[in-house]
């Protein structure tokens, strides 16, 4: 069964940092592009951050420019976020999604989710 599952989620204070993981099960991830994802409360779910099939493109939205950093680490079937200088509008559920190949913009293009992991910035 393929499946992608999320962790790393959880409470910070405003300024702190979460490193996101996101691991394959069931096939590689290697040949997949890897976006993350977020959706808060109310809120359509929007694109944070993806990262090509060889790691050499990465994309990230405005919001968490210079703030996220993503990578991935084939050996390991995984992909990380990292996530800095957290604010508390970063609060969502955090998916990570997977596309053969390349990134797209486009939420649909994405074959296989997580089930999301929950991270809250508050003080």
């Known amino acids: 069964q393929l499946q992608l599952v999320e962790s790393g989620g959880g409470l910070v204070q405003p300024g702190g940092s979460l490193r996101l993981s996101c691991t394959a099960s069931?096939?590689?991830?290697?040949?997949?592009?890897i976006g993350w994802f977020r959706q808060a409360p109310g809120k359509e779910r929007e694109g944070v951050s993806c990262?090509?099939?060889?790691?050499?493109?990465?994309n990230y939205a405005d919001s968490v420019k210079g703030r996220f950093t993503i990578s991935r680490d084939n050996a390991k079937n995984t992909v990380y976020l990292q996530m800095d200088s957290l604010k508390p509008e970063d609060t969502a559920v955090y998916y990570c999604?997977?596309?053969?190949?390349?990134?797209?913009?486009?939420?649909?293009?994405?074959?296989?989710w997580g089930q999301g992991t929950q991270v809250t910035v508050s003080s």
């Open positions: 069931g096939f590689t991830l290697r040949l997949y592009a």
């Open positions: 990262i090509s099939m060889s790691g050499g493109s990465t």
């Open positions: 999604a997977a596309r053969r190949y390349y990134c797209s913009a486009d939420i649909g293009d994405y074959n296989y």
